[in-house]
C-alpha cells in the first residue's frame, strides 16, 4: 500500500513538468502540392459475357479476354503493364410466382474478366480505348493518370509542406509574442495524387475517343513540433 501511495505522489509531482513541457511547445501543420502533366494512364476494362452454362459463360469471356490482350499488345503495351485484375463467375437467377409459391431458377451463367493496363504513352490513350473496343471489350470501369517516376513531385510536395507549416509557425509565434527555438519532431501525414483541369486540357490526337489528360496533382501534409524559445 506505501509503495502505491508513493507511486501516485511521484505522479502528481511529475504532472506541472509536464504541462510545463507541453506548453513549451508549437505543433503546426503545412500542405504542400506539386502538379504537373501526366505522363502514364491506368485503365480497368474487361469484357463480360453470359451463356446458358458455366462452363460456357467462362470458356466465351476467356476467348473474348485472349482477343482484347492480343489487340493491347498490337497498341504495344507490354505484357508487365497488363495485369488481371477481377475474375467472376456469377449465376443469372430468374424469380417468379408459381401455384402462390416463390420459385428461384437458374437460367444462365455470367462470367466477367477484368484488367488493369498501364499505358505509358498518354498521346495513345484514346486509340487504344478504341481498339480495345473493337476487340470486344464491354467493361469500363475506370480510368486514371499519373506518373510513372512520381518521387521527384512528391520531394516537391514535401518541401512546399514545410515551408507552409514554417510560415504558419512564424506567423502564430509573431502574433503570441514567443520566439521559436529548434524543431523537435517532423512527421509526414501522406500524400496522394488526385486529378486537376487545366484550362485548355490536352486531347489524344487522331483517335476515335477524345481523352483529357489534364493535370495531375501530389499533396503532402507535414507538421513540425517547435519548442519555444525564452
Same mark, same amino acid.
Given at each position: ?16 513538468? %509536464? ?17 504537373? /502533366? ?25 476467348? /473474348?479476354? %485472349? ?19 477481377? %475474375? ?135 507538421? %513540425? ?6
Amino acid at each position: 500500500m506505501k509503495n502505491v501511495i508513493v507511486i501516485v505522489l511521484l505522479w502528481c509531482l511529475a504532472l506541472p513538468a %509536464l504541462a510545463e513541457d507541453d506548453a513549451g511547445r508549437l505543433t503546426v501543420s503545412g500542405t504542400g502540392y506539386a502538379t504537373g /502533366a501526366p505522363d502514364m494512364a491506368t485503365l480497368t476494362l474487361g469484357v463480360t459475357q453470359q451463356e446458358k452454362t458455366a462452363g460456357e459463360a467462362l470458356a466465351a469471356a476467356s476467348a /473474348a479476354t %485472349l482477343k482484347i490482350l492480343e489487340a493491347l499488345k498490337a497498341a504495344g503495351i507490354a505484357d508487365k503493364d497488363m495485369q488481371t485484375s477481377q %475474375l467472376t463467375l456469377n449465376p443469372q437467377w430468374n424469380y417468379r410466382n408459381s401455384s402462390g409459391q416463390d420459385v428461384n431458377e437458374i437460367t444462365g451463367y455470367v462470367a466477367s474478366n477484368l484488367l488493369n493496363v498501364r499505358i505509358r504513352e498518354i498521346g495513345e490513350v484514346g486509340a487504344v480505348l478504341d481498339r480495345v473496343a473493337q476487340s470486344g471489350a464491354n467493361e469500363f470501369r475506370g480510368l486514371s493518370f499519373g506518373f510513372a517516376e512520381p518521387q521527384g513531385k512528391e520531394d516537391e510536395a514535401r518541401m512546399a509542406a514545410i515551408k507552409d507549416a514554417r510560415r504558419k509557425a512564424d506567423l502564430m509565434a509573431e502574433a503570441a509574442g514567443v520566439t521559436l527555438a529548434r524543431i523537435v519532431s517532423i512527421s509526414e501525414a501522406g500524400g496522394q495524387g488526385r486529378p486537376i483541369m487545366m484550362a485548355e486540357a490536352r486531347m489524344a490526337a487522331d483517335s476515335a475517343v477524345p481523352v483529357a489528360s489534364g493535370e495531375v496533382s501530389l499533396q503532402s501534409t507535414v507538421t %513540425l513540433v517547435f519548442e519555444l524559445g525564452d
